[in-house]
């Protein structure tokens, strides 16, 4: 059974920025593609980014570009989401979710979840 462990959350001014991990255990790491997403209060939980098994691809939500980056360290079965010029609207329950094989927008495909951490921006 695979677990997800995310961590790096916190409270932090628009236009700062934060790390967030997303530690994996139970399975080959390798082999998953891996995903980040988010939900605010009120909201559905929406797609921010992902990453091939491999790391040789990624993909991101619009509102993200240029901003966010996700990357996989396969060696430490860690994936990261790297948070630059955050906003207030970037507030919201961050989750990594692992995908046999993919990495892409639709939650449905996505096998497993971790537990969520939370992030806030203040204005």
């Known amino acids: 059974q695979v677990q997800l462990a995310e961590s790096g959350g916190g409270l932090v001014q628009a236009g700062g920025f934060l790390r967030l991990s997303c530690a994996f255990s139970?399975?080959?790491?390798?082999?998953?593609?891996m995903g980040w997403f988010r939900q605010a209060p009120g909201k559905e939980r929406e797609f921010v980014a992902g990453?091939?098994?491999?790391?040789?691809?990624?993909a991101y939500a619009d509102s993200v570009k240029g901003r966010f980056t996700i990357s996989r360290d396969n060696a430490k079965n860690t994936v990261y989401l790297q948070m630059n010029s955050l906003k207030p609207e970037d507030t919201a329950v961050y989750y990594c979710?692992?995908?046999?094989?993919?990495?892409?927008?639709?939650?449905?495909?996505?096998?497993?979840w971790g537990q969520g951490t939370q992030v806030t921006v203040s204005s």
């Open positions: 979710a692992a995908g046999l094989t993919y990495y892409g927008g639709n939650s449905r495909s996505y096998d497993y």
């Open positions: 139970g399975r080959t790491f390798s082999n998953y593609g």
């Open positions: 990453i091939k098994w491999s790391g040789a691809a990624t």
